[in-house]
């Protein structure tokens, strides 16, 4: 009775082992090989011995056929008959021919007929030009001629039909039988032989068996059995332990790298999954979430995209929405799962992206065009006599200073955030807060009603560049000025932020941000609602972020319409310098 053990349950006891297994086969196949050698050694002997039997009869019958020749040549033709009739062998037929192929003896000689030996006339042909002829026929049975010679004349020929000599027919059978009892003793030598060589071998076998079992079961910290040796079997256990030594190594490589792929596949901003063909997600990673239904399914709207990959191999889309995202979607079928491959990519910030950066296009050509058609209008009437009343140069002459003065200042914005972009990462060093924030007040001079407040706990220092965070400061506070109608009041204030950071904030109680426009009002080319009739480019911002991002901070904003904004920015506490040892 035989039954499937359970997952989880102790494996049944093993079966009795059989005293015959492999060995059997082996020995079986040592005897075939004995018993085919020995049949063909015996057909090879027999062919030989038959052919050396035949060979040596041949022989025999033309000695006698060119003795019996010789004898005839030295008596007289009426002689020849009676020479022939006094051979005594009962196997052995000759007749005598003239030397025109006439038969000069009766046809019949011992039995045989003349007319019934096929190649006679061949033979008696070759004879009759001075040669010897010898041909075996069936049944063991040689042809051969010979000339006679009379006074080293040819005068005829004799023509003789021997059987096999007895002698020789006893001498193959004897031969025979002995090769039947060396086949029959050789193979029983090589059952013998091939079981003992079949156990040495298969025990060792058994052995590496069970060791290569244990790696089966995990087990790759024991080394292997059997390996002893120095033939094949033990190339085969070098092998297997070379195998086992390299799969402990690679199962812990791969743990390594199976950790290794989970974590790059957590950290990756694209959503990547495996749907099976009903639409279930059977692999996806964080951010896949918000792509999968609470069935565990993909969500409707990647469903047409799954059938298509997996009716044409492959589907792409740049533009499928779902709610208010964009997606970019690329699909491939995994035939070997019936499975589809999903990568999801959000563009939602990109394509805004693009969309501010053609309204920077527009803006910017919007604001170079005014100020470019005024300096050419400028000019213009300039030259057509302008230049020469005081009043009307000095009036031109300063629309052209504050035209040059705009393209000026969109040019630096565009330099100064080319810099910042190609400059990666820099330096940081400590820097005194309340020094850069007297600076920062300093440079940048409020409209009237505006009231600025310094706000600065002392000895706050920052790991940071000093001048990227004057720059920084100095932006905010322009920015809070431009958007905060007097009478108002603009705070810089700078305080620490828990343990480890420091928090620097400048405040308005101007117009306030949109609900909407938070998020967006660092983006580059940016400038909110109304922009084209603004003052600005939408790159203060998008600047001052890259330069806090240089110093290794964060920067953010806090609004509401009608109340003011708060825009700040943390940057990490400077490092105590270590105290000198006197």
Excluded at 10 to 33: D, E, K, S
Excluded at 175 to 185: E, I, N, Q, S, Y
Excluded at 487 to 497: E, I
Excluded at 552 to 558: A, D, K, L, N, P
Aim: charged share 25%; aromatic share 4%; no cysteine.
């Amino acid at each position: 009775m035989s039954g499937t053990t359970a997952i989880g349950q102790p494996a049944a006891a093993p079966r009795t082992r059989r005293p015959f297994g492999v060995r059997l086969y082996l020995t079986i196949g040592f005897a075939a090989v004995a018993l085919i050698t020995a049949g063909f050694s015996y057909a090879l002997i027999s062919g030989s011995s038959n052919n050396a039997a035949s060979e040596r009869a041949a022989d025999i019958t033309v000695g006698r056929t060119v003795r019996l020749a010789d004898r005839i040549g030295t008596h007289p033709w009426t002689l020849a008959r009676a020479e022939l009739e006094s051979i005594s062998d009962p196997g052995y037929s000759a007749w005598a021919f003239d030397d025109r192929g006439h038969l000069l003896t009766p046809p019949f000689s011992r039995g045989v007929l003349l007319g019934s030996v096929p190649g006679r006339r061949m033979a008696v042909a070759v004879a009759l030009r001075g040669s010897r002829a010898v041909n075996s026929l069936p049944d063991s049975v040689t042809l051969a001629s010979a000339p006679v010679f009379r006074d080293g004349h040819l005068s005829g020929t004799i023509l003789a039909r021997a059987e096999r000599p007895q002698e020789i027919a006893q001498a193959v059978e004897a031969l025979r039988g002995d090769r039947l009892t060396a086949g029959a003793v050789a193979i029983a030598v090589a059952i013998v032989i091939g079981f003992l060589i079949a156990t040495a071998i298969t025990s060792r076998v058994k052995r590496l068996a069970d060791s290569a079992a244990r790696i089966t079961e995990g087990k790759l910290d024991e080394p292997l059995e059997g390996a002893g040796g120095r033939d094949e079997i033990t190339e085969l256990g070098t092998a297997l332990e070379t195998m086992r030594v390299a799969l402990r190594e690679t199962f812990g490589a791969l743990s390594s790298e199976r950790d290794r792929l989970s974590a790059i596949f957590d950290a990756l901003d694209d959503a990547v999954m495996v749907v099976g063909t009903e639409g279930e997600v059977r692999f996806s990673n964080p951010a896949a979430e918000r792509l999968i239904g609470p069935d565990a399914k993909a969500i409707d709207a990647l469903v047409p995209w799954l059938r298509r990959a997996a009716q044409r191999g492959s589907a792409e889309h740049d533009g499928l929405r779902v709610g208010d995202r964009v997606y970019a979607i690329g699909t491939r079928k995994l035939a070997a799962e019936n499975a589809v491959l999903a990568v999801v990519r959000d563009r939602t910030a990109a394509l805004r992206r693009e969309i501010a950066e053609r309204e920077f296009v527009s803006n910017a050509a919007h604001e170079l065009r005014n100020p470019i058609a005024g300096i050419s209008g400028a000019i213009e009437v300039l030259r057509a006599g302008a230049k020469d009343d005081p009043s009307a140069r000095e009036h031109f002459l300063g629309r052209l200073s504050e035209d040059a003065e705009r393209v000026s200042r969109l040019t630096d914005s565009l330099l100064t955030l080319a810099r910042i972009e190609a400059g990666g990462e820099g330096s940081t060093e400590a820097v005194e807060v309340r020094i850069v924030i007297e600076e920062a007040a300093q440079a940048v001079a409020p409209p009237d009603g505006l009231e600025v407040r310094l706000e600065a706990h002392p000895d706050l220092a920052v790991e940071g560049d000093g001048v990227l965070l004057r720059q920084v400061l100095i932006g905010l506070l322009t920015n809070a000025f431009k958007n905060t109608p007097a009478p108002g009041v603009v705070t810089l204030r700078a305080r620490r932020h828990g343990d480890s950071e420091v928090l620097i904030e400048v405040s308005d109680t101007g117009s306030g941000i949109a609900p909407e426009e938070v998020e967006r009002v660092f983006e580059r080319f940016y400038r909110g609602s109304g922009s084209l009739e603004q003052e600005g480019f939408g790159l203060g911002l998008s600047i001052a972020r890259r330069m806090v991002d240089v110093m290794g901070g964060e920067i953010g904003v806090e609004s509401s319409l009608g109340v003011g904004s708060t825009f700040w920015v943390r940057l990490p506490l400077a490092k105590p310098a270590a105290t000198p040892v006197a």
